[in-house]
């Protein structure tokens, strides 16, 4: 999704998600439901924390995305947005995210991956894919600085899934409207060197380096 960070790519076969866009919305994001309502715009439900039991060791591991230019390594802040790190790490343990691509990318503003429609080179609706489920907003005090790992979504607050995009430079526009839950910390340059297209091999969660 582009305009708003989107994740029109970024639900599942019928959401919409948004990607960060180059220029921030032009307006506040549309009124939404409050998580507690537990449904998203569509009446997909929106989930909490619970919903992840085997996703919610964020502290202790890290994820690296394998890519044919090398790999990218990032960390997880579970304490500012615990219910968008532990999807992440449920969906990568799953293998959802292997084969889809980095289908969008912004010289100096964002590489944007994670629809699994993406794994159709030929589908006409890349980038508006993901889970079957949405996720809360977590908007949080970390700033979207260079490799930060943020949370796709449309304009509903309430509409990350699976689509994320990693920062190129500091984007201070996005600070408060988008969901940061990592970092990259190996790999930048794999990250500046991506190009629309490019695959994730392989998305592998594994123990946090020095823990």
């Given at each position: 999704?582009?305009?708003v960070?989107?994740?029109?790519?970024?639900g599942?076969s019928?959401?919409?998600?948004?990607?960060a866009?180059?220029?921030p919305p032009?307006?506040?994001?549309a009124p939404?439901?409050?998580?507690?309502?537990q449904?998203?715009?569509?009446?997909?439900?929106?989930?909490?924390?619970?919903?992840?039991?085997?996703?919610?060791?964020?502290a202790?591991?890290e994820a690296?995305i394998?890519?044919?230019?090398?790999d990218?390594v990032l960390q997880?802040?579970?304490?500012?947005a615990?219910?968008s790190?532990?999807?992440f790490?449920?969906l990568a343990?799953?293998?959802?995210?292997?084969?889809t691509?980095f289908h969008?990318?912004e010289?100096?503003?964002v590489i944007?991956?994670?629809?699994?429609?993406?794994?159709d080179?030929?589908?006409?609706?890349?980038g508006?894919?993901g889970?079957d489920y949405?996720?809360?907003?977590e908007?949080n005090d970390?700033?979207?600085q260079?490799?930060?790992?943020s949370?796709a979504?449309?304009?509903?607050?309430?509409?990350?899934g699976?689509?994320?995009?990693?920062?190129?430079g500091?984007?201070?526009?996005?600070d408060g409207?988008?969901?940061?839950?990592?970092?990259?910390?190996?790999?930048?340059e794999?990250?500046?060197?991506i190009?629309?297209g490019?695959?994730?091999?392989?998305?592998?969660?594994r123990?946090r380096s020095?823990?």
């Amino acid at each position: 999704m582009v305009g708003v960070l989107a994740s029109g790519g970024c639900g599942d076969s019928g959401n919409s998600e948004e990607g960060a866009e180059g220029q921030p919305p032009a307006t506040a994001p549309a009124p939404t439901q409050s998580a507690d309502s537990q449904l998203g715009p569509d009446g997909k439900p929106v989930k909490t924390l619970a919903d992840f039991p085997n996703g919610q060791d964020g502290a202790d591991v890290e994820a690296v995305i394998r890519t044919d230019k090398g790999d990218i390594v990032l960390q997880f802040y579970p304490e500012a947005a615990p219910v968008s790190v532990a999807s992440f790490i449920e969906l990568a343990r799953s293998g959802y995210y292997n084969g889809t691509a980095f289908h969008r990318v912004e010289p100096g503003f964002v590489i944007q991956g994670g629809d699994p429609k993406s794994k159709d080179p030929n589908a006409p609706d890349v980038g508006t894919g993901g889970p079957d489920y949405y996720l809360p907003a977590e908007f949080n005090d970390l700033l979207h600085q260079d490799g930060t790992l943020s949370m796709a979504r449309s304009q509903n607050q309430n509409s990350g899934g699976s689509q994320f995009f990693i920062c190129l430079g500091p984007q201070p526009a996005l600070d408060g409207q988008y969901t940061v839950f990592g970092q990259t910390v190996s790999g930048m340059e794999v990250v500046n060197a991506i190009v629309p297209g490019d695959i994730m091999r392989e998305v592998i969660i594994r123990p946090r380096s020095g823990s």
